[in-house]
Structure formats: C-alpha cells, structure tokens
C-alpha cells in the first residue's frame, strides 16, 4: 500500500479514506485484459475492505480494496487487490 | 410487433435485420455481418487508440448506418505492485522448466520486443480507448468483462449504447439495475474467459431477472448455428452472442492452420489451459498447453506472473511460426464449423436454420 505515487502517476486517481468500510466482509468479481493478447480472466475475491476508496477519471469509476482476503486465486501473492464497486457483495447485508 | 420469431426487440431497437451479434477481432468480419442484417462488434483490447480510430473509421465507411459496436476488456480488480518485485517471485523451477522447452524444441528466443506489464496504467488505458468510442460516436459500446455501469451516462450522452458481459447471474443483476441496455449471458461454454455457469442455466435466469426492465438479454457460449439461436429466443433471449463461429471465416484473420484446426476440432477438443496467462482460457488445443500438462510439469503460475514467465518463449514462438505450438481461444462451438465460408454466409444459414427449427415446433403443435 506504500507506492500509490508510483502506481497511480498521471492516471486521474483520488484515493480517500471510509471508516464505515473497514472490515466490512465482501465477495467481489474480480478479472482483468491480459497484457498483450486479446483475451482477459475472470476471478472471485472474498475477504475484508480496508477503508480506502479509489476514485478514477470523470466519471469517476469507483473501486473498493480488499485485504484479509480469505478467498482468492491459487498463488495469488498480494495482500490487497482493488475491486470495482459495482462487483462488490456484501456479506454482512442479507441476500435481496 | 412482427409475427416472425427472428425479428425481436433487439432488431426493433437497433434496426438489425436478424437478432445475431458477432464478436471478432477482425474488422473485415465486423462489416461483413453487420451488411448481412447482423450486428458486428469488434474486440479492441490491445489496441491503440489511433489503431481503433482507423478501424471504427473502417467499418463506418462500409456498413453507413448500419449497427456495429466495440468491445473492451474493462478491468473489474488490479493490484499495485511493480514489476521487479513480481520478477522475484517466479520460482526457479518454472524458469528451467520453460529454458528446457526452448532448448528441447528448438524455440527460438524473439527478436521482437516482448510485451510489457498491462497493469501500469490499466485504468488509464480503458479509459483512452473509451474516449475513442465516444468520439466517434459507436452506436454500441460492450463491456467484455468488467461492469459498464460507471460509464453508462457518459456514453449514453455521446449515443452510444451499452452492453455488458456477464458470466454469473449477480453480474447480471447488478447491470440491470444499473440500467445496462444489453446484458450478455456467456455460459461456461464460450471461448475465453467463460464463466462458471452453463448457458442453458445461466440464459433464463438472467432472463427472468431482467423482465419488466428495459433491459435485453443475449445468449452467449456455444452458439454456432441457428438451432441455437431458436433455442436461445425460445429462452427468452432478444438474440445471441456468438465468436468462435467467425474464426473460421474468409474474412478473419485467423491463420489458416488455425482455421483448419478450427474445423477439425471436436467441442470435447477445446479446454481450458492456464499456461499463458495463469488464468483458464478455453482454447484449440497445442503442443504448447500439452505441454504444461506433462507428468512433471509445474502448475502454471497465476497473473500476472505466469505471462511474466512465458511472454518470450510464446514470442519465439510466433515469430518461429511454430504452427502446432499456436493456439487461439475457442468455445465448444468449434463443433459447429465445417468448413471455411464467408461471415455473410454463416449469417445466413444460421437464420435459415432457426426458421427451419421455429417451423418444426410449429408443425409439431400443429400436428398434435
């Protein structure tokens, strides 16, 4: 979580703080383009939010982080991974 | 509303003749589908945004008004972290084991540049490629994997519509409350990165989830032809989502020992492989994926650590042209293939077989 200046230089990124968030239990559809080809994976995430908020661009595309993670691919070698809002379920809020 | 079960609200909201939507990386089969009444969308992930410029310029200069769109693979989670300590964490033995399958076989290293880590800027780039769809005013934009929800307005705004993937049906709740125009329901069957739910389970779900919204469903995952098609409306779909069946196409830009192998494959023939890119990727089988599955073999790494590993043995490769080593991602479909055949002829004969099939339900209710 040290490098946001590297990561993020020159992307349009705000990164702010939720307190309500924290610790919240999450499962989050995860996936990405894989680089230089022209195909992407998807993934499923489950673990805790640590608070932060990502906000990118305007519109602003909001992402959530997710640390504590209980579930995640096999040899993922991350603590934290950023999800997109829009793919987070909480686990604390009973099933609509 | 038309009497003909092929003319759904998809053609009425979009003015496609017949409710097929085609996805290829070639955009000589884009323009091809979308002038036989279809809907062509071209996949754009790895592109520029000058290369999709010129392309989108392509097309529009040969359907007119017709309707195409654009898919990109928008992101859905990233993580930080940069690439030397990534390197550090690719064990020693997958390093021998991928150095022995270059000297063992004679692969050559590339001379090429290898391609980079996509995650420096992958926000960044989405968002450019957007800004070209916007501009030039696509009439679809569709989201192969990540929600469209955030851009939806935006794009709305510039005339664009907005479709989006799904592969579980949370996904697809969560677009149709966001308004998505076009949820795409893509069964476990699909090429690529497909979904953990079969099609036939995952098509009336989302479905039943989406009545009374202004929200159409598309079947998508093993869909060749037109029995398909007429299963997929009977279902309730506004259309389907096909790709595998244009590989094989005179307009694709598939290679042609690819395209042969696409008509020679079998739907048990193609399975999911991490060996590229640490995640399963369905795809035509080859010695390269064999590979990875001999005894002694190490498990493939995960992302992005398993493309780290591998780019410049698969670089070799291409640049080799090691033909039986090359794959390309494919859905069971494939056993749909036959033969090589202009796209506009597989749009056609795909209508004329689900009409065939919507005339033998008739009959047969008739015939009680």
């Known amino acids: 979580m040290s490098n946001d200046a590297q990561q993020f230089a020159d992307q349009d990124v705000r990164i702010t703080f939720d307190e309500t968030l924290v610790g919240r239990p999450v499962e989050a559809d995860g996936g990405a383009p894989i680089a230089g080809g022209q195909a992407g994976y998807r993934t499923t995430f489950k673990g805790r939010l640590t608070g932060r908020r990502l906000a990118q661009g305007d519109p602003a595309w909001l992402w959530l982080e997710l640390g504590d993670l209980v579930e995640a691919p096999q040899d993922f070698e991350h603590a934290h991974v950023w999800v997109d809002e829009a793919y987070v379920y909480f686990l604390d809020e009973k099933r609509s | ?368």
């Open chain 2, 1 to 368: 509303m038309s009497d003909d079960p092929l003319h759904t609200r998809l053609c009425d909201e979009y003015g496609c003749e017949v409710p097929i939507v085609a996805f290829a990386h070639t955009k000589d089969v884009i323009a091809a589908v979308t002038n036989a009444g279809g809907i062509g969308v071209l996949g754009a992930v790895g592109s520029t945004p000058e290369q999709l410029h010129s392309d989108i310029a392509w097309i529009k200069e040969r359907v007119g008004d017709r309707p195409f769109g654009v898919d990109l693979l928008v992101p859905a989670s990233f993580v930080e972290g940069n690439h030397e300590d990534l390197e550090s964490m690719i064990p020693q033995e997958h390093r021998d084991f991928v150095s022995r399958l270059m000297t063992e076989n004679n692969i050559p290293k590339p001379k090429g540049p290898v391609r980079g880590a996509l995650e420096d800027g992958l926000l960044k780039q989405s968002r450019a490629l957007l800004e070209v769809v916007f501009d030039e005013q696509v009439p679809i934009f569709a989201s192969g994997l990540g929600s469209p929800a955030f851009i939806k307005d935006e794009a709305h705004a510039h005339g664009t519509k907005v479709w989006g993937l799904v592969g579980l049906p949370r996904q697809a709740r969560r677009q149709i409350e966001a308004g998505v125009d076009v949820v795409i329901a893509q069964g476990y069957d699909s090429g690529g990165h497909s979904g953990t739910v079969g099609t036939f389970t995952l098509v009336p779900e989302v479905v039943a989830m989406a009545e009374g919204t202004d929200t159409l469903v598309l079947a998508a995952g093993g869909v060749s032809n037109g029995r398909q098609l007429a299963a997929s409306i009977t279902m309730g779909a506004a259309g389907v989502w096909t790709g595998t069946i244009w590989l094989a196409t005179h307009e694709s830009a598939t290679e042609m020992f690819l395209k042969q192998r696409l008509i020679e494959a079998r739907a048990e023939d193609v399975y999911q492989s991490r060996a590229t890119s640490g995640k399963p990727i369905r795809q035509l089988p080859s010695k390269w994926g064999d590979a990875w599955k001999q005894p002694g073999a190490p498990d493939p790494l995960q992302m992005p650590l398993q493309p780290m590993l591998v780019d410049e043995i698969l670089a070799g490769i291409r640049e080799a042209h090691m033909d039986d080593w090359m794959t390309t991602p494919a859905g069971q479909s494939v056993v749909g293939i036959h033969e090589i055949k202009p796209a506009a002829e597989v749009v056609y004969q795909m209508v004329e077989e689900a009409q065939d099939a919507f005339d033998r339900i008739t009959g047969a209710v008739v015939g009680v």
